[in-house]
């Protein structure tokens, strides 16, 4: 479903899964084999603090102001997924 656009690295892609223009393709590190893929996050790293200190609506949250124009791209590929799973590193 998603259209390579030329490997990196040994597993690394450039896709573009919409299939539109090219500057909104990202990095993603897949395994042919068992069908994994993983997008690499940007920036690496985050400074460590305490983002939420409430459960007020109002209140900043990093992480959803963080993703870059890339977040259609990455609502595409979970809209044309059966499955997806997120294993949190840190």
């Known amino acids: 479903m998603c259209h390579l656009q030329g490997p990196v690295g040994p597993r690394d892609y450039y896709i573009d899964p919409n ?5 909104d393709a990202i990095k993603v590190w897949c395994d042919m084999e068992t069908g994994a893929s993983c ?22 949250v990093w ?20 499955s997806r799973y997120k294993d949190w590193d840190y």
């Not at 299939?19 to 500057?23: A, I, L, S």
């Not at 870059?68 to 044309?80: A, G, I, K, N, R």
Request: aromatic residues 8%.
């Open 19 to 23: 299939e539109g223009c090219k500057t």
């Open 63 to 82: 992480f959803g102001e963080d993703i870059s124009p890339e977040s259609q791209v990455l609502s595409y590929c979970m809209y044309c997924k059966q």
């Open 39 to 60: 997008i690499h996050a940007n920036p690496s790293t985050i400074e460590q603090r305490n983002w939420l200190l409430s459960h007020n609506k109002q209140k900043h």
